[in-house]
């Protein structure tokens, strides 16, 4: 759960990057996608947060 709140924390931190690619709407979109119960989180919620993130920056996910 510690790992999730982190997660959010730079989600939330994009917001104040001064050359982002990424919209408000994808930021709270993100941020919706997983929800606010890290103890009922399901891996779904966690990959839709993670593709949502990925689409304006469009990171090799298999390199992680």
């Known amino acids: 759960r510690h ?3 982190e997660g959010v924390g730079f989600i939330h ?3 104040y990057t001064n050359d982002k690619l990424i919209s408000m709407t994808q930021i709270n979109d993100a941020l919706n996608a ?3 119960n890290f103890y ?3 891996l779904p919620q ?3 947060a993670i593709s949502i993130i990925n689409q304006p920056y ?3 996910l298999n390199a992680f």
């Open 3 to 5: 790992v999730l709140s």
């Open 13 to 15: 931190s994009l917001k």
């Open 34 to 36: 997983l929800g606010t």
């Open 40 to 42: 009922a989180i399901t």
């Open 46 to 48: 966690i990959n839709n």
């Open 58 to 60: 469009g990171f090799d």
